[in-house]
């Protein structure tokens, strides 16, 4: 072969390249460990800590116990995210703190930093996404709508000139909001600060109905309806959403961590394992939808 004037230079220039393709794909050297860029990360290293935003009532996503502790299914996925960051800062004792959320503080929270990671039971829209991060979707619900089992409501429709129970700044309101104008339903809406609150306002007739998201109420009435068998949830999905956590913008060095974890999870059957635990005492096999979301999100390595 003749390499011809110039034909060493490229054989070396070939060789360079070469050799850093293959550093590129090669497994992260110890040096390349710790916070990097991430200012989350470097945050985090300095406090000793990782905070995690949680909901107090929303059984059993994340909730504060009888014990006081918080726990919930979205906890226990987002600990997977805690025990990542230990690994990347090599910082086995990095301590978790909880910082409780509500759907008015929630975002703002996680935008200015005051929260590293939010987990409970925030829907993954387009237009959040221009405030904050999102992890990977771990559950699919939808707007539905929680009534007296006698009550002759079945849809949103049924709901003409009656006052409806909601979360204020929630995707269900926004959702009730929509159709009231679209159908002139003439809905009267009255916030309450959780779900306890709302289904309280149902069981004792001060409202028609409580809007929230499916799975939520569905928990609700059939573990804390009194007398049981009281209370039902009715109607046509309302809107469809997906559940993330969030996390700050402009993050992207964190944000693959989460998202590593939460594939991590998803590929190992773990996520599975985790809804298993506690969703199957309430009587909520997990659905094909929820596992098609696990498996196309389970990107490897």
Aim: glycine share 8%; with cysteine; hydrophobic share 45%.
């Amino acid at each position: 072969m003749r390499l011809g004037k110039f034909g060493i230079m490229n054989v070396a220039s070939i060789a360079m390249m070469a050799s850093l393709v293959a550093g590129a794909f090669a497994e992260p050297s110890p040096a390349q460990q710790g916070p990097g860029n991430s200012a989350i990360l470097k945050r985090i290293l300095e406090r000793g800590a990782i905070n995690i935003g949680h909901r107090e009532a929303s059984v059993p996503f994340s909730y504060i116990n009888d014990e006081q502790k918080v726990e919930g299914y979205s906890v226990d996925l987002c600990m997977k995210v805690a025990d990542a960051v230990r690994q990347r800062l090599n910082k086995p004792d990095i301590k978790v703190t909880f910082t409780p959320i509500n759907v008015t503080n929630r975002i703002p929270l996680v935008a200015n930093g005051t929260i590293d990671l939010e987990c409970g039971t925030t829907s993954n829209f387009l237009t959040r996404q221009e405030q904050v991060e999102f992890s990977p979707i771990f559950y699919v619900t939808g707007t539905q709508l929680l009534v007296k089992a006698a009550s002759p409501i079945k849809e949103i429709e049924d709901l003409k000139g009656r006052r409806v129970a909601a979360l204020q700044g929630s995707s269900n309101e926004a959702a009730v909001r929509k159709l009231n104008e679209e159908k002139a339903l003439g809905v009267q809406l009255v916030y309450v600060k959780d779900l306890p609150e709302g289904a309280l306002l149902v069981e004792n007739d001060r409202v028609d109905a409580f809007v929230a998201d499916g799975v939520q109420i569905k928990v609700y009435a059939a573990n804390k309806a009194r007398p049981a068998g009281s209370l039902a949830v009715v109607g046509r999905l309302l809107t469809y959403d997906p559940y993330s956590a969030m996390m700050q913008r402009g993050d992207q060095d964190f944000a693959l961590l989460v998202r590593a974890a939460f594939a991590d999870a998803f590929r190992s059957g773990e996520a599975e394992k985790i809804y298993v635990r506690w969703f199957d005492p309430l009587g909520l096999k997990i659905e094909g939808e929820l596992l098609a979301a696990f498996r196309v999100q389970a990107l490897p390595r």
